[in-house]
C-alpha cells in the first residue's frame, strides 16, 4: 500500500480505537502487526514477547504515533520490511528502539504527504464550489439593471433646471 492510498483511507486512528474497542484491542492488533513484522525479518524467536508487548506500549503511549491510523501504520510496516528504514536488529536479535525510531522518518513522510491530501481537498472543494455557482441568466442580469436604475434614480435625483 502507498502512502497517499494510506492517506486517504478513512481508517480510524489509534487513538479512535482505543476510544471505542477499549486499549486491549488495540495492543492487540498492535502486537500482532509487530510480532508478524520480527516473524517476517525472521527475529521473532529472539524477540521477547516483552519487547514485543513494550514496543506496541510505546507507539500508543506517544503523542504523536498514536494519531497514525491502522492503514498509515500498515504502510509504514510495509516499507519497512522493504528495509527503507534500514535493519532493527544486530547479532539476530531486535532492537526496538530502533524499529520505534524508524517510525519518525515514516512520520515525517506522512506529515507531508497529509499536507499534500488536505490541499487536494481544498481544491476539489474549491471546484465544487465554482461548479455549483451559475452565472446569472440574461433574462436575471436585465431585471438587475432595472433594479439598479431604479435604486440608482431614487438616491440619486438628477437636478433640473428650475432647482437653480
Not at 13 to 28: C, H, I, L, Y
Amino acid at each position: 500500500m502507498g502512502i497517499e492510498k494510506a492517506v486517504d483511507e478513512k481508517a480510524p486512528t489509534f487513538f479512535d480505537v482505543t476510544n471505542f474497542w477499549g486499549e486491549k484491542a488495540t495492543k492487540f492488533w498492535l502486537r500482532f502487526h509487530i510480532a508478524e513484522t520480527f516473524a517476517f525479518l525472521g527475529i521473532y524467536d529472539t524477540a521477547s514477547k516483552y519487547q514485543v508487548q513494550q514496543t506496541a506500549d510505546l507507539i500508543l503511549s506517544h503523542e504523536i504515533f498514536g494519531q497514525l491510523t491502522l492503514s498509515e501504520f500498515l504502510c509504514f510496516l510495509q516499507r519497512f520490511k522493504q528495509g527503507r528504514y534500514g535493519k532493527i536488529f544486530q547479532s539476530a536479535r531486535p532492537n526496538p528502539q530502533e524499529f520505534l525510531q524508524c517510525l519518525q522518518p515514516f512520520w515525517n513522510e506522512l506529515c507531508h504527504e497529509r499536507g499534500k491530501a488536505e490541499e487536494r481537498r481544498r481544491i476539489e472543494q474549491l471546484s465544487e464550489e465554482r461548479k455549483a455557482y451559475q452565472a446569472p441568466t440574461p433574462e436575471q442580469m436585465e431585471r438587475i439593471r432595472e433594479i439598479q436604475t431604479k435604486l440608482q434614480n431614487k438616491f440619486n435625483p438628477q437636478k433640473n433646471d428650475n432647482d437653480e
